[in-house]
């Protein structure tokens, strides 16, 4: 059965600091990328960064590339999101899931959900003073 767990969100203060973490089970990391997703109120969900499974690349929105870093930990199955620098305009809700697509064209950050992909429950980040 494929699961994908985050964890880590929270209350914090602008400047401060998260450690996402995406939990990940009945699939392989080789496989499927993993895209981290953010939905802030009332609007629709947009894809923020991933690491891609053919060569475990990383790719960034603009609005996050310098700020959020991505990685993974195979021997546990889990990825990872450490977002520094955090700004108000970061709060929302944000979800991992498995992708078979997504990566970057020049500066332009890309995915490409499909029906076939995997999706977390979702992990609430409120940036505020």
């Known amino acids: 059965q494929v699961q994908l767990v985050e964890s880590g969100g929270g209350t914090v ?45 990383t790719h960034y929105l603009g609005s996050v590339k310098g700020r959020f870093t991505i990685s993974r930990d195979g ?3 889990t990825v990872f999101l450490q977002m520094d620098s955090l700004k108000p305009e970061d709060t929302g809700v944000y979800y991992c899931a498995a992708q078979f697509v997504c990566g970057s064209d020049g500066d332009t950050f890309y995915v490409a959900p499909s029906p076939h992909d995997y999706w977390g429950q979702g992990t609430q980040v409120t940036v505020s003073s």
């Open 13 to 57: 203060q602008p400047g401060g600091s998260l450690r996402l973490s995406c939990e990940t089970s009945g699939f392989s990391l080789d496989y499927y990328s993993i895209v981290w997703y953010r939905q802030a109120p009332g609007e629709d969900r947009e894809g923020i960064s991933c690491i891609r499974s053919s060569d475990k690349s």
């Open 75 to 77: 021997t546990k199955n």
